[in-house]
């Protein structure tokens, strides 16, 4: 196939070409004039599968051939050369190894690291000791490095390092898959260089970016037939721009960086690199422009030296659309309106892009079309139905069950699907309004039982599974991995299958439950390495292992609509491509932090830079904007702030913007023209037909519907926000609780109110208790009764200690003059000409030496002016009004000395209701008339009438639709039938 050669035979395809169709063409070529079986000698390797399938796919194509022995790098590990290297060991047993170990060094230096970290410091370990194989790099070359500026850091580091080292030094026992795979390439060196094959050998697609990768190319360059071909070789690089590019620390983010090294390691220059199979390209101009623009730093010189050599750019980059669009969402928008026409016109469309959240975007705008694009990367196991269910399941090991998790699960969709699920979250909808209304935290056994034994038998037969398999589950302390595991499987497919006796429901089924039981038999293949954990870092672990997942399925998307990563790209040709999300920090990513070695550490210890990944993008990019047709998109802002333009980005519009007597600066703008005609279009197409905002409300219900009863809490907000009466009591509407009842403003006051009731009632029969002691000692007991937040508790405990002086001295002073006869007692008075009914419970009632009443209130927060008292806040001045008329249980009329707030906030204040201002008779009257008003069936309700704050919330706000209207607009009064 090849002539004999003194040197190595090491071909290039250009930037744009079509990776395997070049090659699959080059290699008809060569062999058009020769006998089929001798191009089934051929042996081809490549570096992925997908790759793999594309060349087959082209063959199959025609005309009829033998094909020739298409490989993987893996399959040597299958060889009979590497028969007696020992397997490789699964990644999960090293990582669980390392955490076992590292969690001991955790236990005895805490400082070294968080707890939390357990599976990714273990995770980076191996990966850096995997590096290290792969890369020919030993532990004593790690220990040598000069760490005079890193001591802190290293110090560390080299805790850590000494469990790595016992690992490296058994490495060649116990491999892992990196490690193995360098062995079973070394071996094969080996025997090639003893009996080298005589046969075509021909290595395709690798840049050589890794060390394994490296020596089997090394390999098969010295073999008679042996023939390397690169992928996006740019053969427009001058020399002087090659012989720039040998310093790793300054060039290896350069595209071509990897080729310069690779004819470094072979003794060749880059002119000695031979065309596979031609240079037709889509635009050979716009390979040169992309050159120019990505050539090493310092540029700016070469672009005025070459720059204006470079002719015909408008239509190099004709078909070239810059969009960059104000969003993310835009930008996704734009993306699927194209691939969409794709779809449309027959083309063969690649979204290239390594930014998750822009292709799920994508994806989800692409469905308005019932469109599902075939995504290499598939959907995270972790955000997957069966991987959200068994992270949840977890938890129930890790902590008391609460309301939150009951119901997540309850509703997760994989709960009870065996049979029955309809009748489930009919069950599961009537105890979720249960547990809302009572505020309820905790679901305990018996409150769930007590909810069931009122209902039907089969309600109660379901509650009865529901306490089995989700009450008192927490398995505290340290446990076998194993157990641990079984443990939570086991539990996990009860809930899937709900009440059926046996099976898993729908757990394990479709393709994300089949990756599940992948990774669950993995887990489980590997749980003896694990040994004791407890439930916190199991938990994390199990999510952590669970993240790494993927679920693909090959068949479901459409098969001209594809979205790929880098990798993909590197090797796939299409009609159209779409690299999205060029900003930096997206493209190129930003280096992961090595929390190992810095990145001059690295360079002298041969391993690899963070730059090769940048370098690797950059190939990337020039190869794929050299397709036949090319969308370059951005957004200009981030949900946190505005973004930066990919370097690569800038340099291109830079270089064309700067080289206006070569048609650069137009030809910029009609790429941007072009993705702004797209954005119009997406414009178009998110423009909906305006809708009239609402009016501010006031509705005028008939009289027979209007308010029959009130208490005196609710007259404030009959004055402030009447609306909120309205749909309280003529609507007769409840806000649902939250599922979680936390420590707010209204459970501390209901636990002050207990505290001060029940003190105040026993200094009444043992007067000696009226002491601060006894007052903190008290509110210990309440609190810890009644809030089960320790953070809560013990700040609230510290407030009632800061008000326990105020209120004791207050206690005194009041009780020279009066004492309590009556805590929390009930009140009704009734206006019979309105049919109206006002109801009132005054935390406590005190009676003067004279027989007068002092009726007193208890505030948590800051008590209401007098002002306040005189037109909005009227509690205290309706129930003195009330007393006097006798409406208060069990006390006859009396006249009225005071009625006092007694403020306990931050700042203890005594606020006295104006009984002077107004007289109760006075309140009474200009009650009457507040209630008459809205008596009249030609008064309205209205929304927010004299709210004290525009910051106020309501809890009918959003039913009165506010927002669309604002306190400065008129009512509009509305007849409600």
């Not at 529901?466 to 505290?476: A, I, K, N, T």
């Not at 519009?653 to 790429?671: E, I, K, R, V």
């Amino acid at each position: 196939m090849f002539e004999p050669s003194d040197k190595p035979r090491v071909f290039g395809i250009p930037v744009g070409a079509d990776f395997p169709k070049n090659l699959a063409e080059g290699l008809r070529a060569r062999f058009s004039d020769r006998p089929p079986e001798e191009f089934a000698r051929v042996e081809l390797i490549v570096n992925t599968r997908r790759m793999e399938r594309r060349i087959r796919e082209i063959f199959d194509q025609g005309p009829p051939t033998l094909l020739p022995r298409i490989r993987l790098l893996s399959d040597f590990g299958r060889a009979t050369h590497a028969h007696d290297i020992p397997p490789p060991v699964p990644p999960l047993r090293k990582r669980f190894e390392l955490i076992r170990l590292i969690s001991q060094l955790l236990d005895a230096q805490p400082d070294l690291a968080a707890r939390a970290s357990l599976y990714d410091l273990a995770d980076s370990l191996a990966a850096l000791m995997s590096e290290m194989s792969g890369e020919g790099v030993t532990p004593d070359t790690i220990e040598a490095l000069d760490v005079s500026d890193q001591s802190g850091h290293w110090e560390r580091a080299k805790t850590f390092f000494g469990i790595a080292r016992d690992f490296l030094e058994s490495v060649d026992d116990t491999p892992d898959a990196e490690t193995r795979q360098r062995l079973v390439i070394e071996r094969l060196t080996e025997e090639w260089a003893l009996n080298p094959p005589q046969h075509p050998v021909i290595l395709a697609g690798s840049t050589g970016s890794r060390g394994t990768m490296m020596l089997l190319m090394q390999a098969i360059a010295r073999l008679p037939q042996g023939a390397i071909v690169l992928p996006g070789f740019d053969f427009e690089t001058p020399d002087h721009v090659w012989d720039a590019l040998g310093d790793a620390l300054s060039s290896e983010d350069h595209p071509q960086f990897r080729f310069r090294r690779l004819m470094d390691i072979l003794g060749m220059q880059p002119n000695d690199v031979v065309p596979w199979h031609g240079l037709d390209v889509p635009s050979e101009t716009r390979n040169r422009l992309v050159s120019l623009a990505l050539r090493p730093a310092p540029v700016t010189d070469q672009w005025l030296a070459e720059g204006p050599n470079l002719t015909g750019i408008e239509d190099a980059v004709s078909d070239v659309t810059l969009l960059e669009a104000s969003s993310m969402r835009e930008e996704a928008i734009a993306i699927a309106m194209r691939l969409r026409q794709a779809a449309e016109d027959g083309q063969t469309a690649a979204l290239i892009t390594p930014d998750r959240m822009l292709t799920r975007q994508v994806t989800a705008a692409l469905d308005r079309w019932d469109i599902t694009p075939d995504d290499s990367a598939g959907q995270p196991l972790q955000l997957s139905p069966p991987g959200r269910f068994l992270r949840h399941v977890s938890r129930l090991f890790q902590q008391k069950l609460t309301s939150e998790m009951l119901l997540t699960l309850l509703k997760h969709p994989l709960t009870h699907s065996a049979e029955g699920r309809g009748d489930h979250l009919l069950r599961t909808r009537e105890l979720e309004l249960y547990v809302r209304r009572k505020g309820l935290t905790y679901p305990q056994p018996d409150i769930l039982q007590a909810w069931a034994a009122a209902r039907d038998p089969e309600d109660q037969t379901w509650a009865a599974w529901l306490v089995s398999v989700f009450c008192d589950q927490e398995m505290p302390g340290e446990c076998d991995f194993a157990v641990r595991l079984e443990g939570h499987i086991s539990l996990a497919e009860r809930i899937a299958r709900g009440q059926v006796p046996e099976g898993s429901g729908e757990l394990w089924e479709k393709a994300a439950g089949r990756e599940a039981a992948k990774l669950v038999a993995q887990l489980r293949e590997n749980a003896q390495y694990a040994g004791p954990i407890s439930v916190s870092d199991y938990s994390d672990l199990f999510g952590a292992v669970i993240a790494n997942g993927e679920v693909r399925d090959r068949d479901e998307g459409h098969p001209n609509i594809l979205i790929w990563g880098t990798l993909e790209a590197r090797v796939q040709g299409a009609d159209l491509v779409i690299l999205g999300g060029l900003n930096e920090g997206s493209w190129p990513e930003a280096p992961s932090p090595d929390p190992w070695l810095n990145r001059k550490m690295r360079h002298d210890a041969g391993l690899l830079l963070p730059e090769r990944r940048i370098g690797l993008s950059a190939h990337d990019f020039q190869q794929a904007i050299g397709a036949p047709e090319v969308w370059l998109t951005r957004s200009i802002r981030s949900d946190e702030a505005e973004t930066v333009p990919s370097r690569w980005i800038n340099r291109l519009t830079n270089l064309m913007s700067g080289l206006p007597g070569q048609g650069g600066d137009t030809a910029l703008q009609g790429m941007r023209q072009r993705g702004s005609n797209w954005l119009k279009l997406v414009a178009a197409l998110e423009d909906i037909n305006p809708v009239e905002p609402a009016k501010r409300p006031s509705p005028r219900p008939p009289e027979v519907s209007r308010p029959k009863q009130l208490s005196v809490t609710e007259i404030k907000r009959l004055i402030r926000d009447p609306y909120a009466i309205y749909a309280k009591h003529v609507l007769r509407l409840r806000p649902l609780n939250s599922l979680m009842k936390t420590p707010d403003a209204l459970l501390r006051g209901i636990v002050v109110h207990e505290v001060l009731e029940t003190f105040v009632k026993e200094v009444s029969e043992t007067p000696e208790n009226l002491t601060e002691a006894r007052l903190t000692e008290i509110a210990h007991d309440v609190l810890a009764e009644n809030v089960p937040w320790p953070a809560a508790r013990a700040l609230w405990q510290a407030r009632i200690e800061r008000v326990a002086g105020h209120f004791v001295q207050g206690e005194q002073r009041r009780r020279e003059t009066a004492a309590p006869i009556a805590h929390e007692r009930q009140a009704k008075s009734r206006i019979d000409a309105l049919d109206f009914t006002l109801t009132a419970k005054a935390d406590r009632v005190d009676a003067t030496n004279d027989g007068q009443l002092i009726l007193y209130d208890y505030k948590t927060g800051r008590p209401p002016s007098q002002d306040e008292q005189l037109y909005f806040d009227k509690q205290l001045l309706l129930e003195a009004a009330m007393a006097e008329q006798g409406g208060f249980d069990d006390i006859d009329p009396t006249d009225v000395a005071a009625a006092i707030y007694l403020g306990l906030g931050s700042t203890p204040k005594d606020e006295p209701a104006p009984l002077e201002k107004t007289p109760a008779a006075q309140v009474w009257d200009e009650f009457i008339q507040l209630i008459g008003h809205y008596a009249d069936a030609d008064n309205g309700f209205t929304s927010r009438r004299a709210i004290h704050s525009d910051r106020d919330v309501g809890d009918f706000d959003q039913l009165a639709r506010f927002g669309e209207w604002d306190i400065t607009d008129d009512p509009m009064p509305e007849d409600v039938k």
